[in-house]
C-alpha cells in the first residue's frame, strides 16, 4: 500500500514569486503582485498621483524689485 504523501500542504502557484515592487518582500497571491494590501495601496497611490499629475509650472527667477517689508 503506497501511501502517497497527500496534497495537505498549500498549493504553490505555478508562476514563480516575485518579490514586492514596493518592499521586495515575497508576493502573495491575494494581492499580486504585491505583498499586502498596504503596498497595493501604495502603488495605487503612485499611479493616482501620476494620472493626476500636477503640471509643474516652472518658474524663472524673474528679476523684480524685492521690497523689503517696511
Ligand atoms: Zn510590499
Known amino acids: 500500500m503506497t501511501d502517497k504523501k497527500k496534497s495537505g500542504a498549500k ?26 494590501r498596504r503596498c497595493a495601496d501604495i502603488d495605487l497611490n503612485r499611479w493616482l498621483k501620476g494620472a493626476y499629475a500636477i503640471p509643474v509650472v516652472e518658474e524663472d527667477d524673474v528679476p523684480g524689485e524685492d521690497e523689503p517689508p517696511a
Open 11 to 36: 498549493i504553490e502557484p505555478l508562476r514563480p514569486k516575485r518579490p514586492c515592487p514596493i518592499c521586495a518582500t515575497p508576493s502573495t497571491r491575494a494581492f499580486f503582485p504585491f505583498c499586502s
